[in-house]
C-alpha cells in the first residue's frame, strides 16, 4: 500500500540517476578533449643530435700543454610540448686539446656550480677556467682546481671530429645538452 511519502522519494530517485548519467556521458567527450590536448606531453622526447660547430684545418698541437681551441655558441631548434622555437641560443662550449693527446674535447660553459658562465682565464704557462661568480678555477681539460665549491668537473659533452667530405680537414660536431647545477653527480635537464 502507497504512502504519501513514496512518489516524491521515487522521483528523487529518477532524478538522481538521469543526472548521474548525464554526468557520465557529459565527461566522455571532455575526457577525449583532454586526451587530445596533453597528447604532447606524454610522447618522448627525441634524443639530442650532434650539432656541427665548427670545422678545424688541423688538431691543435698539445704536446706541451692543453690547447684551447675556441668558444662556441650553439643554437638549435627547441621544441616543448606545443611550439617549435627555431635556431635558439642554447648555450656555449669550449673546445680543447688536453695535453699529450690529438682528440678534441667539448665543455659545456656553464658553471656546474650554479650556472655563471664560465671564463677563460691566461696566462704565461697557458690558460686556465675560472667562474666569476664563487671562483670555482678549472684546469685547461676541465678538471676542478682544488680546493674548489663546484661540486664536479666542468661538464664534458660528447663531440665527434671526423675527417671532412674532402679529406681536407676536420669536422666538429658536439651533442649539446645542459646539466643541473649544485650535484655532484651529471645530471641531464629535461
Ligand atoms: S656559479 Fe660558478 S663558482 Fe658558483
Redesign the pocket.
Given at each position: 500500500m502507497s504512502t504519501a511519502g513514496e512518489p516524491p522519494r521515487r522521483s528523487f530517485l529518477m532524478e538522481f540517476f538521469a543526472a548521474a548519467i548525464g554526468g557520465v556521458v557529459g565527461l566522455v567527450p571532455l575526457a577525449a578533449g583532454a586526451l587530445v590536448y596533453f597528447d604532447p606531453l606524454r610522447r618522448k622526447k627525441p634524443a639530442a643530435s650532434a650539432v656541427p660547430i665548427t670545422s678545424l684545418d688541423a688538431i691543435p698541437d698539445a704536446t706541451n700543454g692543453d690547447a684551447l681551441i675556441g668558444i662556441y655558441k650553439i643554437s638549435a631548434n627547441r621544441q616543448d610540448a606545443w611550439n617549435l622555437y627555431p635556431n635558439e641560443p642554447i648555450g656555449s662550449v669550449y673546445l680543447v686539446v688536453p695535453k699529450g693527446t690529438k682528440e678534441v674535447k667539448a665543455l659545456n660553459a656553464t658553471?656546474?656550480?650554479?650556472?655563471?658562465f664560465?671564463d677563460v682565464n691566461q696566462s704565461e704557462g697557458g690558460y686556465s677556467f675560472l667562474?666569476?661568480?664563487?671562483?670555482?678555477a678549472f684546469h685547461g681539460d676541465g678538471s676542478r682546481i682544488m680546493p674548489?665549491?663546484?661540486p664536479r668537473d666542468m661538464d664534458e659533452l660528447v663531440c665527434k671530429t671526423e675527417p671532412n667530405s674532402d679529406k681536407s680537414g676536420y669536422d666538429v660536431s658536439v651533442v649539446f645538452q645542459n646539466f643541473q647545477?649544485g650535484l655532484a653527480k651529471k645530471t641531464p635537464k629535461t
Open positions: 658553471c656546474p656550480h650554479l650556472g655563471c664560465v667562474c666569476p661568480c664563487h671562483t670555482s674548489c665549491v663546484s647545477p
